[in-house]
């Protein structure tokens, strides 16, 4: 069946980096577009980052530009998020997300979900 399984996640200071990673099965993972979203407590999913399912093209949210990397290998199955100088306001669960035919920001276009992974950030 298809999985998507996030790790990575952990408590880490402000100032600090991390590095998230989506181990994908279940599905022809080359031909998915991928994303992060984030959900902090009390709050609505956000868009993060995507990248096209080839990895040509990504997508980023204002608040991160600069910050987050966005990368995948499709050899491996593997969806990555490299996130450094984190902020108090970067606390949240993050979860990655399939789509066969969108590269979007918008979470009800997403065919396939992880669990999540939470990212504390203490200042």
């Known amino acids: 069946q298809v999985q998507l399984v996030e790790s990575g996640g952990g408590l880490v200071q402000a100032g600090g980096s991390l590095r998230l990673s989506c181990a994908a099965s279940?599905?022809?993972?080359?031909?998915?577009?991928l994303t992060w979203f984030r959900q902090a407590s009390g709050k609505g999913r956000e868009f993060v980052a995507a990248i096209s399912s080839g990895g040509g093209t990504t997508l980023y949210t204002d608040s991160v530009k600069g910050r987050f990397t966005i990368s995948r290998d499709n050899a491996k199955n593997t969806l990555s998020l490299e996130i450094s100088s984190l902020k108090a306001e970067d606390t949240a669960v993050y979860y990655c997300?399939?789509?066969?035919?969108?590269?979007?920001?918008?979470?009800?276009?997403?065919?396939?979900w992880g669990q999540g992974t939470q990212v504390p950030v203490s200042s």
């Open positions: 279940g599905f022809t993972f080359s031909t998915y577009h």
């Open positions: 997300a399939a789509s066969r035919l969108y590269l979007s920001r918008d979470p009800t276009r997403y065919n396939y």
